[in-house]
């Protein structure tokens, strides 16, 4: 019991770490070369789905599903918040991730309530 518990620790630091090199390796070469990012995220689902644990919200927001990417704002995608209090991220690739924001999350006040919306 505490061996397993010690080996899904290990898993969750060796995914963040493999997160961390993807987003260095992404701001490095841009666009150039993202073959290596996108192994690292490759092999950060590896080991989420075999020691069974869960990738944090934190770091599952930021990859692409279909391209097994790093999504990073202003390089490879494009955020736009929408008027249904979801913040949508447009891969390169085409595909979408919409995360549903709360009032405990990054959503300002006015649009949270419904007000002040620009027509």
């Known amino acids: ?9 290990i898993a969750l630091w ?9 987003a260095h390796s992404t701001e490095e070469n841009g ?8 192994r690292y995220v490759i092999l950060a689902r590896k080991i ?9 919200p934190g770091i599952k927001n930021r990859m692409c599903k279909e391209c097994n990417s790093i ?4 390089l490879n995608c494009r955020v736009r918040i929408a008027s249904n ?17 709360t009032k ?7 649009m949270a309530q419904g007000k002040n919306r620009q027509k």
């Not at 060796?14 to 993807?22: C, E, G, K, N, P």
């Not at 666009?31 to 996108?38: G, L």
């Not at 999504?71 to 202003?74: A, N």
């Not at 209090?85 to 924001?101: E, P, T, W």
Request: with cysteine; net charge positive.
């Open 48 to 56: 989420s789905t075999h020691y069974k644990v869960k990738i944090p």
């Open 104 to 110: 405990k999350s990054v959503m300002p006040k006015n």
């Open 14 to 22: 060796r995914i963040s770490r493999l997160f961390d090199l993807a």
């Open 71 to 74: 999504l990073l704002p202003g």
């Open 1 to 9: 019991m505490r061996e397993e518990r010690l080996m899904k620790e």
């Open 31 to 38: 666009k150039e070369s993202p073959a290596i990012a996108r």
């Open 85 to 101: 209090g979801f913040l949508v991220y447009i891969c390169d690739c085409g595909s979408q991730k919409k995360i549903h924001l």
